[in-house]
């Protein structure tokens, strides 16, 4: 009903920045909120940063200062601008989503999530 496509992801040398977009599609839905995750190997998958559809964004104490999440809610669109990458940011980010379904046989809220996107910082 909702997909999640991601895209933007990359090599990049620590330093340099790299933005990631996720654009969710679908009908019958509305946003509660759009996110991004990361899962390094080995490591659980974490929030990376969240955004609502009020605008109001959260992130990882890690990332803090360096990401900015925000969207365009007319193209149910969020981004996560990535700057001053480490090579502690390499993982597989995933977008997020949180939605309110309207349908008649599909009601209340849902999460969905993007097939990932790798990410990897490396000199």
């Known amino acids: 009903q909702v997909q999640l496509v991601e895209s933007g992801g990359g090599l990049a040398v620590p330093g340099e920045p790299l933005r990631l977009s996720c654009a969710a599609s679908?009908?019958?839905?509305?946003?509660?909120?759009m996110g991004w995750y990361r899962q390094a190997p080995g490591k659980q998958r974490e929030l990376v940063a969240a955004i609502t559809s009020g605008g109001s964004p959260t992130y990882a104490d890690s990332v803090k200062g360096r990401f900015t999440i925000n969207r365009d809610a007319a193209k149910n669109t969020v981004y996560l601008q990535m700057n001053s990458l480490k090579p502690e940011d390499t993982a597989v980010y995933y977008c997020?989503?949180?939605?309110?379904?309207?349908?008649?046989?599909?009601?209340?809220?849902?999460?969905?999530w993007g097939q990932g996107t790798q990410v990897t910082v490396s000199s």
């Open positions: 679908g009908s019958s839905f509305s946003i509660n909120a």
């Open positions: 997020n989503a949180e939605v309110t379904m309207q349908t008649i046989i599909k009601r209340g809220t849902y999460l969905y």
